[in-house]
């Protein structure tokens, strides 16, 4: 019912991108950050259910060799692309929220020793110094 996207896009782009929701019947909705946000741009789409995706135009300190780390699951027919599990740790360690520290402690515990904590450092570093203390508490616990 509610999903978060990132997204490297171009403002127009993502006015581009805006419009064909519409036309797709989606409510859809560009905001733009100010200079001080972490999210340059957001596209909020709704459908008549009730779903809500957020599509983040860029992330402030996401390192763009993110993309390069995204896990493809099949699904329909169709190769969904993920960020990889260290970036999205990093990503919510940002965030900061409850949820977002419940949501980093969980697939921290479910990657176990597969994690490649010197990558989810340096990526956490990326965010700011709030974010890299969080993971290293979170590393330690």
Excluded: C
């Amino acid at each position: 019912m509610d999903a978060d996207v990132v997204l490297s896009l171009a403002i127009q782009q993502a006015k581009e991108l805006e419009q064909a929701f519409k036309a797709a019947r989606f409510h859809a909705e560009l905001s733009r950050g100010d200079v001080d946000d972490p999210i340059p741009a957001l596209l909020k789409l709704t459908d008549t259910y009730g779903n809500r995706v957020d599509l983040l135009i860029g992330l402030r300190g996401m390192e763009a060799d993110a993309f390069s780390r995204v896990v493809e699951v099949p699904f329909q027919g169709e190769r969904l692309r993920f960020i990889g599990r260290e970036d999205f740790i990093a990503m919510k360690a940002f965030a900061g929220g409850p949820v977002d520290v419940l949501d980093a402690t969980r697939a921290i515990a479910a990657a176990g020793a597969s994690l490649d904590t010197e990558l989810l450092q340096r990526l956490a570093k990326k965010y700011g110094q709030d974010a890299f203390q969080l993971i290293e508490r979170l590393l330690v616990g």
